[in-house]
């Protein structure tokens, strides 16, 4: 199974950008549906953005907060996953990472933080 190791997290001020990566221990040209989620303090983890390959193109979708200021995108030929994230808000603090969807086995995740 593919695993996924997510970086670039870290504290922000709100307003701020952070470029999250997620690197994959093997080929992801295969994949289909990749997504980001994040699990903030106490509760549920969650999708946040997917990229969904058909025949050629990827399509995205996002969660309504992060419309507009979230952009996934994948590079198939480094194996690597991003998270672009503009304009944060103290709401975006948590854990994120990347997988499949559905997902298999979870990495450790990269912890953002949106604090003044």
């Known amino acids: 199974q593919v695993q996924f190791v997510e970086s670039g997290g870290g504290l922000v001020q709100p307003g701020g950008s952070l470029r999250l990566s997620c690197a994959a221990s093997?080929?992801?040209?295969?994949?289909?549906?990749l997504g980001w989620y994040r699990q903030a303090p106490g509760k549920q983890r969650v999708v946040v953005a997917t990229t969904v390959s058909i025949l050629g193109t990827d399509r995205t979708n996002y969660r309504d907060s992060a419309k507009g200021r979230f952009t996934i995108s994948r590079d198939n030929a480094k194996n690597t996953v991003y998270l672009q994230m503009n304009n944060l808000e103290p709401e975006d603090t948590a854990v994120y990472y990347c997988n499949k969807i559905p997902p298999g086995p979870w990495g450790r995740g990269t912890q953002v933080t949106v604090s003044s």
């Open positions: 093997g080929s992801i040209s295969s994949i289909y549906s």
